[in-house]
């Protein structure tokens, strides 16, 4: 079982930027491939960022890909997001995820087992 706690959101103008934090609880935290997906109101979630259990491996949605970054410390048990260049059309509740399966990185919401509480991003223009 892992319990995941996101932190960092806020309010930002358009170009700024902003690091979310995921804090993990439990022993296989490091096991766990990891994403970090968003949902806008009337919007299905969908995928940001994923990184594998090692951190070697990251895969990117690509209206985000040279903006955000995903990283992993595995001795702090938290995931990151730093996000760059932030665009209006970011703004949205933004979700991590622990996926069981650590060979995988998914895109989908179906291959995480748990997940996060959620913390808003709302990027002004």
């Known amino acids: 079982q892992v319990q995941l706690v996101e932190s960092g959101g806020g309010l930002v103008q358009a170009g700024g930027s902003l690091r979310l934090s995921c804090a993990a609880s439990g022993r296989t935290f490091s096991i766990y491939a990891m994403g970090w997906f968003r949902q806008a109101p009337g919007v299905e979630r969908e995928f940001v960022a994923g990184i594998s259990w090692s951190g070697t491996s990251t895969y990117y949605t690509d209206s985000v890909k040279g903006r955000f970054t995903i990283s992993r410390d595995n001795v702090k048990k938290t995931l990151y997001l730093q996000m760059n260049s932030l665009k209006p059309q970011d703004t949205a509740v933004y979700y991590c995820?622990?996926?069981?399966?650590?060979?995988?990185?998914?895109?989908?919401?179906?291959?995480?087992?748990?997940w996060g509480q959620g913390t808003q991003v709302t990027v002004s223009s």
């Open positions: 995820a622990a996926d069981r399966t650590p060979q995988r990185v998914g895109i989908r919401t179906y291959e995480y087992d748990y």
